[in-house]
């Protein structure tokens, strides 16, 4: 099930997409017009990469609508329909500069009218580039691969549009270069185009999530004290987002507790990492020989305390399981014990740090730092026991 904060995000991309599809319009148009007008072929081409935009401004569109929806046949999603929508941008783009590429080379020789031509070159490169920064900048936040397809599409378009401006800008001067300005906007356009279908084609493949990310989440899920290791982790990406399935060792008997652990992870990676909006843990346990018990105390070798977050010492005990023997006992110093606010939250993560299997606290204690442990899986058991 997609998190409420990927359908927030899905509903901003829709609206930026049905800017852009109304703004293509107004710029194919408008060089369209002044292209036949003052018969500039690389103009005239250029609207022609503005109006196919239109094209790609609508499968991005229809692919944020229906990434957003929900169907029990799909029961990871339905993300890939914005790589889809990708797909059909890229070849648009290189549609598009097939069609430049062809009037420039085979298309009527005409000298164009620069008065005509240079302003609206000149008002369409600046609304082409001001908007598909704008895009590229929304497309990183909203994490939308198919917003950011129509960005860079857009600066395609403002690059292109640079290209004719420049020939215009020369003609005026005396040399007829638009139709070799026509020829160089095809070259970039078909770049662009290109390196947008191998991205979606990576994606459609079932690429893996960038090393670093894996990494962290591999981390984040290593550092639960219930968890040993991690035993495998695979990802695959689903329109610019992730889903990713999980094999971990935990050091426990229960297979209450594992289920639970694992079930809290499901919910915590996708909190903690946006862009995952599935995981899958699936656990692998056993009873350990030893188990490390946490007892709260006033100073070391003291007696136990019964103010648990302000304990000044917890006594940690590694104790066999086979006949209860203590193997090993340190003390360490709560270092939050001084601490004025929070700190039930920083004892309670601190405590966590340690890893431990068993906790004893005080009967009826039901502060933070115990809601904590207990959502972390960690035995709790009285002080008097």
């Not at 609508?58 to 914005?82: I, Q």
């Not at 648009?92 to 070159?121: K, N, S, T």
């Not at 401006?165 to 970039?188: C, E, H, K, S």
């Amino acid at each position: 099930m997609a998190t409420e904060k990927s359908k927030q995000d899905l509903h901003q991309a829709r609206r930026r997409a049905a800017v852009s599809i109304a703004l293509n319009i107004a710029l194919a148009a408008g060089k369209g017009i002044a292209g036949v007008a003052s018969s500039s072929t690389a103009l005239i081409g250029d609207a022609i990469h503005s109006a196919t935009d239109v094209l790609a401004s609508v499968a991005a569109f229809v692919g944020l609508w229906v990434a957003g929806r929900e169907h029990p046949s799909f029961p990871y999603g339905l993300y890939k329909a914005e790589t889809v929508a990708t797909l059909v941008t890229s070849i648009a783009i290189i549609v598009a500069a097939y069609e430049i590429g062809r009037q420039a080379f085979f298309g009527a020789r005409r000298l164009p009218d620069v008065a005509i031509a240079l302003p609206v070159a000149a008002i369409s490169l600046v609304v082409a580039l001001g908007f598909g920064l704008y895009q590229l900048r929304e497309g990183k936040r909203l994490s939308s691969p198919a917003l950011k397809a129509d960005a860079r599409d857009y600066l395609a378009d403002a690059l292109s549009t640079g290209v004719v401006l420049i020939g215009l800008v020369v003609t005026r001067l005396g040399y007829p270069v638009d139709r070799w300005a026509a020829a160089v906007v095809a070259l970039f356009v078909f770049r662009a185009g290109i390196a947008l279908l191998i991205t979606a084609l990576k994606d459609l493949l079932d690429a893996s999530m960038d090393r670093e990310t894996e990494r962290k989440i591999i981390q984040m899920v290593e550092q639960h004290p219930r968890i040993t290791r991690v035993k495998q982790c695979l990802s695959r990406t689903a329109g610019g987002r992730f889903i990713v399935d999980m094999d971990v060792v935990m050091h426990t008997p229960s297979h209450r507790i594992a289920d639970h652990v694992a079930d809290r992870l499901e919910i915590l990676i996708p909190q903690k990492f946006p862009l995952v909006v599935m995981a899958r843990i699936r656990p692998h346990y056993s009873a350990d020989t030893t188990v490390k018990r946490l007892i709260p105390v006033k100073r070391p070798d003291g007696d136990v305390c019964h103010h648990f977050v302000q304990a000044p010492w917890f006594l940690i005990e590694t104790v066999d399981t086979r006949d209860g023997a203590v193997i090993k006992r340190e003390f360490v110093e709560n270092p939050f014990v001084h601490e004025k606010k929070k700190k039930g939250l920083l004892v309670g993560q601190w405590l966590l740090s340690l890893k431990p299997d068993e906790v004893r606290v005080p009967d009826g204690h039901e502060g933070t730092a115990v809601v904590l442990l207990r959502e972390a899986g960690v035995e709790l058991r009285s002080l008097d026991s």
